[in-house]
């Protein structure tokens, strides 16, 4: 009998996305919790968390997932959507990690990126996720090849730190492409 390299119950791709929504949800009611009284250091270490969970989770989702949804479900203007919505995310993950945690713009990019992520969650879980369920796709199968490419993008952060996930500001010259628009290909 074939043996699943990642041995949990729960390898169903939904599942396994819906947890990565619900923790960063906790991690920014977290946030939310000691951001009057916490250490600048703290804010930095709990912000970093977040962002790093994020970026990761929107990776795997236009290098594994979104491609397969779209396949499945062929709403090429829902995925867009989603992926223009992570590319917004994704510069203000790139602002909040060079920013001073002192400066008085801080708090408010967290809670503008919360709510940004916020809202997106919910379109993904009442609109994509539902669909995806009525749809022919092997849910476990995809679980753990997101697993997989998760451990692979880690381990690259490790290396390169968590830029490889993000996109150069504006007005740097760097000429790699946001890593959104070659998701946004393949939808
Ligand atoms: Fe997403
Ligand atoms: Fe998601």
């Given at each position: 009998m074939a043996t699943?390299?990642?041995?949990?119950?729960?390898l169903d791709a939904l599942s396994?996305?819906?947890?990565?929504?619900e923790r960063v949800e906790r991690m920014f009611a977290a946030y939310g919790k000691t951001r009057n009284k916490a250490e600048k250091e703290e804010k930095a270490a709990l912000v970093a968390e977040v962002c790093?969970?994020?970026a990761l989770h929107a990776a795997v989702e236009e290098q594994v997932f979104y491609p397969a949804a779209s396949r499945a479900i062929g709403d090429?203007?829902?995925?867009?959507?989603a992926v223009v919505e992570h590319?917004?995310?994704r510069h203000l993950i790139h602002r909040l990690v060079g920013m001073d945690p002192g400066d008085p713009l801080y708090d408010p990019t967290v809670q503008?990126?919360?709510?940004?992520?916020?809202?997106?969650?919910?379109?993904?879980?009442?609109?994509?996720?539902?669909?995806?369920?009525?749809?022919k796709?092997?849910?476990?199968?995809?679980?753990?090849?997101?697993l997989d490419r998760?451990?692979?993008?880690?381990?690259?952060?490790e290396d390169k730190g968590l830029e490889c996930l993000l996109p150069p500001p504006a007005h740097d010259p760097d000429p790699r492409p946001d890593p959104s628009l070659a998701a946004l290909r393949k939808v």
């Amino acid at each position: 009998m074939a043996t699943r390299k990642h041995k949990t119950d729960d390898l169903d791709a939904l599942s396994i996305l819906q947890g990565d929504h619900e923790r960063v949800e906790r991690m920014f009611a977290a946030y939310g919790k000691t951001r009057n009284k916490a250490e600048k250091e703290e804010k930095a270490a709990l912000v970093a968390e977040v962002c790093l969970e994020l970026a990761l989770h929107a990776a795997v989702e236009e290098q594994v997932f979104y491609p397969a949804a779209s396949r499945a479900i062929g709403d090429g203007e829902l995925m867009g959507e989603a992926v223009v919505e992570h590319g917004e995310a994704r510069h203000l993950i790139h602002r909040l990690v060079g920013m001073d945690p002192g400066d008085p713009l801080y708090d408010p990019t967290v809670q503008v990126l919360r709510a940004y992520v916020h809202h997106h969650v919910q379109e993904e879980q009442d609109k994509m996720f539902p669909r995806i369920r009525k749809a022919k796709l092997d849910l476990e199968a995809l679980g753990e090849t997101i697993l997989d490419r998760k451990g692979e993008l880690m381990t690259e952060v490790e290396d390169k730190g968590l830029e490889c996930l993000l996109p150069p500001p504006a007005h740097d010259p760097d000429p790699r492409p946001d890593p959104s628009l070659a998701a946004l290909r393949k939808v």
